[in-house]
């Protein structure tokens, strides 16, 4: 479905959906740096243009880049290193997908083991994977958080709510895949341990990618956990 | 951010900012234009009001419209023709060149088995007054929309009704609207009122077989002889000012098909509680959520 926005061209409007934000995470920090005002043409900018010493040395670099690309071919370990780092890419070739789903599959093992910090929100849209626990325990949770960034080497955030509670909040770049055989559809309510089988049963099937995650809490303590193959991208 | 909803000369606003729980309201309210008002500078006075009222300096803006601030037409092409060429002709046989007129025409595509286009004609000044003002506050807008459809937008960022097959979004009013989407691709846009208690069609775009199955379901469920919805899977519904009692019958009935959109039931906010019936009036304002976890 579209979201209709006035402010682009007219025309056919394509469906947007997926690449329109209408707020970004960046906007507060930015904001007293928004001032629109009218642009000078390509060519004046080119004109006017003076480079910097900066600009030299970033030249250099490239021309460095594109010699060593060209010139000595990179090699099959080189590339294969850059993709054991979990940030890379976006894009989930088939061994980071594994390498994420073991990540994923060990975090929800380690979590079983605890008894005071529980899954608040998980979900897997915007192509990340945002995963939230919480607990009434500050020293349980900062000493999760240690334990999972030793592990995984996963960037993780701590904030409190206004219910006396600790959010320990980490995001794995995720993009989730069309699937056009895969009818999975799963609405269910339960508790968190029902939940974690059913998350750790998509990471075994290897299904999670193909389809968009949402775990919510409610007011009873109860999961609702809804997931969906996706038909968007 | 600033998000301001149109209905008629009233505009609701909400000015809400992120936290580490979600995004939190910060103020809520109404404002109501004056008699007065030249209607060249709704748009700026109207903003600028907003911003004197919430204390900001510079913020960014999300606007939506009220329907009635723009027409509509619908365009059917044949399968044979690229669609692009066929709509440009078509607009300017009938509207003229796009760079000389006061309006912006945008298309949007109905569900593909249907071959159609919902073309929206959007007045020129409305964004011109607009980017004045946020020139003239250091601010920006970051998105005008449009009525229900800025409502369907809050139903997928805080209901996610697009995990559903089908659903349906309905505005109640002294006219009411309705969208229907199936497979996430719009179905049908339609306009009815309700005429010695049976509801009857103003306005249809799209499929109205669909929209005439829907408005009967409705019309029997204000009549308390049905209670279900059965033409899609989830219905979600809004209102705009005044008192209709359907609105109290659609929050008792407890079918779990049918849930209005409320965005202060889903996001945090510092004042007071708010009743449902006002929350319902804010349902707009939510489309400026897209694309944050809520």
């Known amino acids: 479905m579209f979201n209709v926005n006035f402010l682009g061209h007219p025309g056919i409007q394509p469906d947007i959906v997926n690449n329109y934000i209408s707020y970004r995470a960046d906007d507060e920090k930015n904001i007293k740096n928004v001032i629109i005002k009218k642009e000078p043409g390509f060519f004046t900018k080119i004109i006017d243009y003076v480079p910097s010493k900066s600009d030299y040395l970033a030249f250099s670099i490239i021309v460095v880049l594109i010699t060593f690309f060209i010139v000595i071919k990179p090699q099959k370990k080189l590339v294969n290193s850059s993709k054991k780092i979990v940030f890379s890419s976006l894009a989930i070739n088939a061994k980071d997908l594994d390498e994420k789903y073991l990540t994923l599959n060990n975090i929800l093992d380690d979590l079983k083991l605890q008894d005071e910090i529980k899954i608040l929100k998980i979900s897997t849209q915007n192509n990340y994977f945002n995963f939230k626990m919480f607990s009434s325990n500050f ?69 999670l990618h193909k389809g968009i995650l949402g775990v919510d809490i409610n007011k009873d303590g109860y999961y609702f956990i809804k997931f969906s193959p996706s038909n968007k991208l | 951010m600033i998000s301001i909803s149109q209905d008629k000369k009233t505009f609701y606003y909400i000015h809400w900012v992120p936290s580490e729980s979600g995004p939190l309201i910060l103020t809520y309210g109404k404002e109501t234009l004056k008699a007065n008002t030249d209607s060249n500078q709704v748009f700026y006075d109207i903003l600028d009001t907003i911003r004197i009222k919430t204390n900001n300096v510079s913020s960014i803006y999300s606007m939506t419209i009220d329907s009635n601030m723009v027409s509509f037409s619908e365009t059917q092409v044949d399968k044979s023709f690229d669609h692009f060429d066929v709509i440009d002709w ?26 159609k286009y919902l073309n929206m004609h959007f007045r020129s000044h409305i964004k011109k007054k607009m980017s004045l003002f946020a020139q003239d506050n250091n601010s920006e807008i970051r998105n005008i929309g449009l009525g229900i459809f800025s409502a369907e937008v809050t139903a997928r960022c805080i209901l996610n009704a697009d995990y559903n097959d089908s659903y349906a979004i309905l505005q109640i009013g002294k006219e009411c609207e309705a969208l229907i989407i199936h497979g996430n691709e719009l179905s049908s846009y339609v306009r009815f009122s309700i005429k010695n208690k049976k509801y009857e069609i103003i306005k249809n775009y799209g499929d109205i077989n669909n929209s005439k199955k829907l408005i009967k379901e409705i019309e029997l469920l204000k009549n308390k002889k049905n209670l279900t919805i059965k033409t899609v899977d989830h219905l979600y519904f809004y209102k705009k000012q005044g008192k209709f009692s359907i609105v109290k019958q659609l929050i008792d009935n407890d079918k779990t098909n049918i849930s209005p959109i409320n965005i202060f039931s889903h996001i945090s906010h510092n004042n007071k509680s708010i009743n449902i ?7 707009e304002t939510g489309c400026s959520l897209w694309g944050i976890d809520v």
């Not at chain 1, 709510?161 to 609405?187: A, C, G, H, R, V």
């Open chain 1, 139 to 207: 020293n349980k949770i900062n000493e999760f958080q240690k334990i999972l960034k030793e592990k995984y080497n996963l960037n993780f955030r701590i904030a409190n709510d206004n219910k006396s509670n600790f959010i320990l909040s980490t995001e794995i770049p995720w993009k989730i895949y069309n699937d056009i055989d895969e009818k999975t559809k799963i609405q269910n309510v339960g508790e968190s341990s029902f939940i974690i089988y059913t998350i750790q049963d998509l990471i075994k099937k290897q299904k």
């Open chain 2, 277 to 283: 019936q006002d929350g319902l009036l804010f349902a």
């Open chain 2, 90 to 115: 078509f607009h300017k046989k009938t509207i003229g060149n796009i760079q000389d007129g006061i309006d912006e025409t945008f298309h949007y595509s109905f569900s593909k088995n249907q071959n």
